[in-house]
């Protein structure tokens, strides 16, 4: 059973609850940490695990791939900076939906909302979900690619899963949410380790320019990769309704989250060529499998179960995000009414998150993932 509401809340969290009127209204109860929480979780997902291969095919050299995972951060800082500021003038949940809307006028959030939510946010659930498949197949599959029809399947079960979860109740989803954002910085915090370790030993031989690309054309399909990594920095002003102390604590949590993501790829990269040689990388689907199979031995297992749970997190963070956008744009009227109905009894907004799941496995007919990244890559930062 649903219900309209009459005006434009959502329930992110379940941060909504009753009031007196019979509306759904919003409650301030996130800090700083959980703001912290929810950007990291956020930005990463599955780009640190699959776009180094993207990044290394389109640079050449490991030295200026690394150059490009710095810069990447740094490019994604100055967006992030920029929305620190646009949610402290601008306090409405939606982010750059309500900032357009605010600014330009209803056409060109109007634009910015179907690119969101017919493009970009579907096409990056779908990319995730695949990178999920993709490391809890690998194991079962050690010396050649997953089969595409395996593959493909299992991100539709992920998704379904996740689709559910988030109908079900937004504690739920929340409590995936947290589980699975420590079960990844566990998996990068080993990695790093090893890593440091191995530079302790001395092993910097791939680290250097050669072969280096430096077209134009190149470059730019690097930062596509590299950037796609950094996506979500602005996931927290979705939300901003719901963060205590907003003016105080959005530019505190982007300029933490920001710096942390940043240092944290840049080891994780490092880590990876102290062992891993430019060819293997660029051989290699799931590149923290190969580091594992080299390094760990009997536990290799132990590193895609980390990188699964942390990708399977990561489509549910997508998704309980970006069902709330669908639900924003169609309480301003600019997407189909039935989108504002919903649970009454669980406080879901149930048919927004249904019609993510279904576009997200409208994008699963493509399994190629290095495509679809350029695919959304272009849509995000021209759009």
Known sequence: MSNEVGSRKNSQNGGAAPAESGEITLKAKMSLLNGV???????????????PTGVLMHTGSVNLSLIVWVVSGLFSMVGAYCYAELGTMITKSGADYAYIMETFGPFMAFVRLWIECMIVRP???AIVALTFSVYVLKPFFPSCTPPEEATTMLAICCILVLTFVNCWDVKWATKVQDIFTFAKLLALFVIIATGGYQLFLGKTEHFNFEGSNTQVTSIALSFYSGLFAYNGWNYLNFIIEELKDPVKNLPRAIAISCTLVTVVYVLTNVAFYTTLSPNEVLGSEAVAV??????????????????????????????????????????EGQMPEILTMIQIQRLTPTPAVLIMALL???????????????????ATWVG
């Not at 399994?367 to 350029?374: M, T, V």
């Open 37 to 51: 929480t929810v950007i990291v979780g956020s930005i990463i997902g599955s780009g640190i695990f699959v776009s």
């Open 123 to 125: 096409c990056s659930q």
């Open 290 to 331: 190969t580091y594992a199979e080299r390094l760990f031995g009997m536990f290799a297992w132990t590193i895609p179960v980390f990188v699964a749970l942390s990708t399977f997190g990561a489509v549910n963070g997508i998704l309980l995000t970006s069902s709330r956008l669908f639900y924003a744009g169609a309480m």
């Open 360 to 378: 997200s496995l409208f994008y699963l007919f493509s399994s190629d993932i290095f495509a679809l990244i350029n695919y959304v890559g272009f």
